[in-house]
C-alpha cells in the first residue's frame, strides 16, 4: 500500500510540473485507484503483485469510501461559499481590503495623519489633545444599526473612537434608506452590521469595527457589554431594552438611550450606580397594545433619527471625554413637529427591581 500511495503522490507532483490541470491529475489518481482495487480482486491470494498492492481489496475500499466523502465534502463546501453573497465574503470584506487598512501603529496610538483629521477636537478647551486621546482609547458598543445607531456610529467613527461594536441580526432593506443613513442602495440584502462597518470604515479607516451579526440576548448580554466603556441603545424593541439594562447595570456601564416616535425623539444617559435612574425605573412595564406602536405601524420622519441619534453621539462623546454637562438623570425631547425641544427631570424608583430594592 505504500508503494501505491507513493506512485500517486508522484503522479500528482509530476503531473503539477507538467502543467496537468487539476481535474487531469484527479483523474490519472482515479484509473490508479481502479486498477490496484482489479487487481487485488481478479489475482489469486499469495500472488507477489497482489501482495505488493497490500493483498485484500477490503483496506482499498475503506480508502475510496473515505475519499469520496472527502470529495463530497469540500464540493458541498464550494457550493456553500458560492451562494454567499460578494459583498459577505472574508477577502471583500472592507477591512481586509488593502487601501482601507490603516497604517500600523503601536495599539492606540495615532497614525500618521490622524492628528490633522481631529484637529477641530484638538483646539476645542473641552476636548483638547487629553480628551482625543481618550477617544481613541474608548470602546463604544451600538446595539441596533438602524435610525438612531446610523447616525450615531457615522459621527463615532468620525470623531475618532477607537473601537467601536455593532450588534444587529437584521439586514438592509430598501424601506430602511428613508431613514438610516449609513446604508446605501448597493448594500440592499448585506447584514446590517456589515454595512455600517463599510458606512464607517469609509468615512474614518482608523476605527476598528466589530460587527455582531446576531440578536442580543440574555446569554451573551453580560459579556458583551463588560467589555466596553459606553453603550449606545438605539434598538426598537423593549425586551432587548431591558437585557441591556440589566447587562449595563451589572457592568456599572454607561448607557446612552434613545427612543423614536413619529415627530418626536428622546434621550438620556443611564449609569444608576452613580445615582441615576436605569431604564426599568422609567419604563417598568410593556405598553399596551397598540399604545407605542413601531416606525413600520406608524411611520417615522426622516430626519428625525439623525437628530436624535446626532444627540446621542454627542453624548457618548462627553461621556468619554468628561466634557460639559451630560444627560444622566435628565431626559431631553425633541418634539421635531412643532420645533420644540423640552427636558425632564428623572428620578430612580425604589421597587425597581434592577437598581432599586424590589
Known sequence: MVLVLALGVAIWIAGARLGWPRQARVIALGLLYVLVLAANVALPRGAPLREA???????????????????????????????????????????????????EGAPGAFAPGEIERYARHVVLREIGGTGQRRLKAARVLVVGAGGLGSPAMLYLAAAGVGTIGVIDDDSVEATNLQ???????????????????????????????????????????????????????????????????????????????????????????YAPWAGTPCYRCV????????????CAEAGVLSPLPGIVG?????????????????????????????????????????????????
Not at 73 to 94: D, F, I, M, S
Open 53 to 103: 498492492l497490500g493483498g485484500s481489496a477490503g483496506e482499498w475500499l475503506v480508502l475510496g469510501g473515505l475519499g469520496a466523502l472527502v470529495l463530497l465534502y469540500a464540493r458541498g463546501l464550494g457550493k456553500l461559499r458560492a451562494r454567499v453573497r460578494p459583498e459577505n465574503r472574508r477577502e471583500n470584506r472592507p477591512e481586509n481590503r488593502p487601501e482601507n487598512r490603516p497604517p
Open 179 to 269: 431613514r438610516q443613513v449609513i446604508h446605501a442602495e448597493g448594500r440592499v440584502g448585506m447584514p446590517k452590521v456589515f454595512s455600517a462597518e463599510a458606512g464607517m470604515r469609509a468615512v474614518n479607516p482608523h476605527v476598528a469595527v466589530r460587527p455582531y451579526h446576531r440578536r442580543l440576548t440574555e446569554e451573551i448580554a453580560g459579556a458583551l457589554v463588560a467589555d466596553y466603556d459606553l453603550v449606545l441603545d438605539g434598538c426598537d424593541d423593549l425586551e432587548t431594552r431591558y437585557v441591556l439594562n440589566r447587562a449595563c447595570g451589572a457592568a456599572k456601564v454607561p448607557l446612552v438611550s434613545g427612543a423614536l416616535s413619529q415627530w418626536e425623539g428622546q434621550l438620556t444617559t
Open 283 to 294: 419604563f417598568p412595564e410593556r405598553p399596551a397594545p397598540g399604545l407605542a406602536p413601531s
Open 310 to 358: 446626532t444627540m446621542m453621539a454627542a453624548e457618548a462623546i462627553k461621556e468619554i471625554t468628561q466634557a460639559g454637562r451630560g444627560l444622566r438623570g435628565r431626559m431631553a425631547i425633541h418634539d421635531a413637529l412643532w420645533g420644540e425641544h423640552r427636558e425632564i427631570r428623572l428620578a430612580k424608583r425604589a421597587g425597581c427591581p434592577v437598581c432599586g430594592t424590589g
